[in-house]
């Protein structure tokens, strides 16, 4: 099982920016037929903000986020990103790194779902202020 590590959340203000990067370590990211990131925020469910495919090819985003949030992965490095722009205070949740997934990339309903993902990180705080 991959080891993830997530990394770059903090405090910005409403219309900035954050990277966030996921540093995979226990074997190659390529192992991974994809990556993703989740959110979850006080009291509310884990939610799906973008996946991303073994090379980069296919990249999938949550409704809320789209257009605004860019995935990103560097196989060299065992990187995963995710670039946030124009973030907004419903931006603000705790963000998961995920990989593993038990399903292709492309059945979308299932890859929204957190239980479709085997291995997660401990999770980046970002908050957004208005």
């Known amino acids: 099982q991959v080891q993830l590590g997530e990394s770059g959340g903090g405090l910005v203000q409403a219309g900035g920016s954050l990277r966030l990067s996921c540093a995979a370590s226990g074997r190659s990211t390529f192992s991974s037929p994809a990556m993703g990131w989740f959110r979850q925020a006080p009291g509310k469910e884990r939610e799906f903000v973008a996946a991303i495919s073994l090379r980069g090819g296919s990249k999938y985003y949550g409704d809320s986020v789209k257009d605004r949030f860019t995935i990103s992965r560097d196989g060299a490095k065992n990187m995963v990103a995710l670039q946030m722009s124009s973030l907004k205070p419903e931006d603000t949740a705790v963000y998961y790194c995920?990989?593993?997934?038990?399903?292709?990339?492309?059945?979308?309903?299932?890859?929204?779902?957190?239980?479709?993902?085997?291995?997660w990180g401990q999770g980046t705080q970002v908050t957004v202020s208005s």
């Open positions: 995920a990989a593993d997934p038990a399903y292709d990339l492309r059945q979308i309903s299932r890859t929204r779902l957190p239980e479709t993902w085997g291995s």
